[in-house]
T-cell receptor
Framework: SQELEQSPQSLIVQEGKNLTINCTSS?????LYWYKQKYGEGLIFLMM?????EEKSHEKITAKLDEKKQQSSLHITASQPSHAGIYLC????????????FGKGTHLIIQP | KAGVTQTPRYLIKTRGQQVTLSCSPI?????VSWYQQTPGQGLQFLFE???????NKGNFPGRFSGRQFSNSRSEMNVSTLELGDSALYLC??????????????FGPGTRLTVL
């Protein structure tokens, strides 16, 4: 079964600084999703990446998919307190089966 | 457009009881997936329904079941509750079935506590 490993597990960043979160898959990625979760709440959809080399941006968040390395990265520029939360990567299995597999998440804390 | 709604938001039950959770997908979405989130195991896939049919099921015991109605609303049921069933239950809706290339939108979740 597919496994997704996220790094780092937690991150404390000073407001205004840039940061990167990584997601590495044990198998070929067929669609990679990034979500943000506030503690104990639902997941907020950020981006979906489909093709190797694809890069998407939304406001100050940029995500890339490196299909060869079975890896994706999420980069936040000039972090703000509103960026704090848990970032989760999820991936499909390619056959439409078994739902999405998720990483354990990266806990991001923004220090003012 | 209204998002995914889940009811109730919080639930407290005792061991041995059963519980039913409800999920209303985004209007027009026909696929509903359910996930369990715990601190130890993270987010785990329970099952997916599309057009009232269960398409996929995760690795959970038969105590976990679900169904989908003709209006795409879905319910999941857990019978004979155990302490380990305490979790945040999330549902996600998407326009199409499958998981590889469909944007999935999650609801706020139902927090179930089993005492």
């Amino acid at each position: 079964s597919q496994e997704l490993e996220q790094s780092p597990q937690s991150l404390i960043v000073q407001e205004g600084k840039n940061l990167t979160i990584n997601c590495t898959s044990s198998k070929t990625l067929y669609g990679l999703y990034w979500y943000k979760q506030k503690y104990g709440e639902g997941l907020i959809f950020l981006m979906m990446l489909q093709k190797g080399g694809e890069e998407k941006s939304h406001e100050k968040i940029t995500a890339k998919l490196d299909e060869k390395k079975q890896q994706s990265s999420l980069h936040i520029t000039a972090s703000q307190p509103s960026h704090a939360g848990i970032y989760l990567c999820g991936a499909g299995s390619g056959g439409g089966a078994d739902g999405l597999t998720f990483g354990k998440g990266t806990h991001l804390i923004i220090q003012p | 457009k209204a998002g995914v709604t889940q009811t109730p938001r919080y639930l407290i039950k005792t061991r041995g009881q059963q519980v039913t959770l409800s999920c209303s997908p985004i209007s027009g979405h026909r696929s509903v997936s359910w996930y369990q989130q715990t601190p130890g195991q993270g987010l785990q896939f329970l099952f997916e329904y599309f057009s009232e049919t269960q398409r996929n099921k995760g690795n959970f015991p038969g105590r976990f079941s679900g169904r989908q109605f003709s209006n795409s609303r879905s319910e999941m049921n857990v019978s004979t509750l155990e302490l380990g069933d305490s979790a945040l239950y999330l549902c996600a809706s998407s326009l199409l079935p499958g998981n590889s290339y469909n944007e999935q939108f999650f609801g706020p979740g139902t927090r179930l506590t089993v005492l």
